[in-house]
């Protein structure tokens, strides 16, 4: 069984990362939170799991078992909740978010790193 490590992007990385991440949020698809992206890692839809550095540790742990399982990649973004919804352009905290589709961003790079 082939398993994928969670990758931690550093704070250099992280302003590209967040452009990245907006990018995908404008162009592309993504869901937000832990239900509806534990479920689609269960299943294996998806391309990309992003989890912020302060999501709870359980619900990391469960995400990045169902993603090793289904073979997903897990980028863990260096800021935190708060700062996720901000560069998501949302007025709540993102802990955790899947990206369905990619669109014109080069987030898949970040989880090649």
Known sequence: MATK??????????????KAIRM?????????????TVKKAMS???KLVI???N????????IRRYCALSN???VTFAGTSMELGSVCGKP?????MMVD???NSPIMDFAKK
């Open 5 to 18: 490590a969670s990758k931690n992007v550093s704070k250099t990385d992280s302003a590209a990362m967040s």
């Open 24 to 36: 995908c949020v404008e162009s592309g698809s993504v869901v937000f939170g832990e239900r509806i």
């Open 44 to 46: 294996g839809s998806g």
């Open 51 to 53: 989890l912020a550095a």
């Open 55 to 62: 999501a709870p540790a359980e619900n990391a742990s469960d």
């Open 72 to 74: 997903l990649p897990v």
């Open 92 to 96: 709540f905290p993102v802990s955790m």
């Open 101 to 103: 589709e990619v669109g």
